[in-house]
């Protein structure tokens, strides 16, 4: 069964940063695209960014400016960076990769 592992999640200051790291199999990474989603309490599961194999990138609204996607096919890891926090920014963030592989998901918490 494939798999993804995130990790980097934890607290921060609003207007500070956290890194993600996400490493799965090399079977994944061949895939074209991969994405990371978060889900806040009460809310539903919402797209945060995407990209492509050849590295083409898209994002959310909210995070445009301020989160950098990233992948590393050698590695077999796919990052974001996260800049400028705000507390809206609070949720699990998880990885994903098409045929519905999804990672166990970090927290991140934006707070004074």
């Known amino acids: 069964q494939e798999q993804l592992v995130e990790s980097g999640g934890g607290l921060v200051h609003p207007g500070g940063s956290l890194r993600l790291s996400c490493a799965g199999s090399?079977?994944?990474?061949?895939?074209?695209?991969l994405a990371w989603y978060r889900q806040a309490p009460g809310k539903q599961r919402e797209l945060v960014a995407g990209i492509s194999k050849d590295g083409n990138t898209l994002y959310a609204d909210s995070v445009k400016g301020r989160f950098t996607i990233s992948r590393d096919n050698a590695k077999n890891t796919l990052d974001l960076q996260m800049d400028s926090l705000k507390p809206e920014d609070t949720a699990v963030y998880y990885c994903?990769?098409?045929?519905?592989?999804w990672g166990q998901g970090t927290q991140v918490t934006v707070a004074s």
């Open positions: 090399s079977s994944i990474f061949r895939l074209t695209t």
């Open positions: 994903y990769a098409p045929g519905n592989i």
